[in-house]
């Protein structure tokens, strides 16, 4: 980020600090379990009422809404393999064109990055 804005480490912590990120990041992880509780539930009444009338077509087009709703919310595998093909070859291109100081720099936080990565896309 701080070479996208063309300014120092320090001044992107400061605007994480001054932004409440963290509180923001927090907030937004415990909406989207909430939203993710809601939705199982929601799917759980919705089949439900459906295997006590299978005939409905309301019902049955309400379950399939709920259950593709899920799978569009959900990260596919093959983003996240993306993700990981990306960082190997940002690895390699630094590697490739001698950025030795940025490769240190980038190997210190892909470990903290990939953790990101995988509670962000959950």
Do not use: C
């Not at 919705?46 to 087009?61: G, H, I, V, W």
């Amino acid at each position: 980020m701080a070479l996208i804005f063309g300014v120092s480490g320090i001044t992107v912590r400061k605007w994480i600090k001054s932004g409440k990120w963290d509180e923001q990041f927090k907030e937004e992880r415990k909406l989207d379990h909430e939203i993710n509780l809601a939705r199982k539930k929601a799917l759980i009444q919705a089949l439900r009422e459906y295997a006590k009338n299978p005939a409905d077509t309301a019902l049955q087009s309400l379950v399939s809404l709920i259950r593709q709703n899920q799978k569009d919310a959900e990260p596919s595998k093959e983003l996240n393999d993306y993700i990981v093909r990306f960082l190997d070859q940002v690895t390699d291109f630094m590697i490739e064109k001698g950025y030795e100081t940025m490769l240190k720099q980038f190997q210190s936080i892909v470990l903290d990055l990939a953790e990101y990565l995988r509670v962000r896309n959950g």
